[in-house]
Structure formats: structure tokens, C-alpha cells
């Protein structure tokens, strides 16, 4: 695997979630760049034992609901 998508949501609280699509990984921080630093470290974690990917992307959701 050369890449893993993270979703990331942003939380009413005004932090972040990334959940790992595929993959059985989900962190949260307070901002953009703690996530970031959590998102790396949850990965190198859950691959401990075997190859991470190359690359990890954090994919921004936002859902917008207009009245």
C-alpha cells in the first residue's frame, strides 16, 4: 500500500477527527497541525510490525447544511 486516506471531520468543539479508510485507525486533536502529529503516530503504531504506507492523505469532509 503506497498511500492511506484519512477522512477528516471537523468537530462542533471546532477540533478535528481522521478516521483511516480501510484501515482500523482514528485519532483527534484540538488543531490542524496536532492532528497531523497524531495521525503520524497512530500510523507508525498500527503498522509497528510490517511496512507503513509511503504517503498519508487527509481528506477535509465538510458538511454544509444551508437553510
Same mark, same amino acid.
Given at each position: 500500500m503506497n498511500e492511506?486516506?484519512?477522512e477528516v471531520t471537523q468537530e #462542533?468543539?471546532?477540533g478535528f *477527527? /481522521?478516521? *483511516?479508510l480501510g484501515?482500523?485507525?482514528i485519532t483527534e #486533536?484540538?488543531?490542524w497541525d496536532e492532528l497531523r502529529a497524531n495521525v503520524r503516530e497512530a500510523? *507508525? /503504531?498500527f503498522y509497528?510490525?510490517?511496512? *507503513?504506507?509511503?504517503?498519508?492523505r487527509l481528506h477535509?469532509?465538510?458538511?454544509?447544511i444551508l437553510a
Open positions: 492511506l486516506v484519512f #462542533a468543539d471546532g *477527527a /481522521a478516521e *483511516a484501515e482500523s485507525i #486533536a484540538d488543531t500510523v *507508525a /503504531a509497528f510490525d510490517r511496512p *507503513a504506507p509511503e504517503r498519508l477535509l469532509v465538510r458538511d454544509e
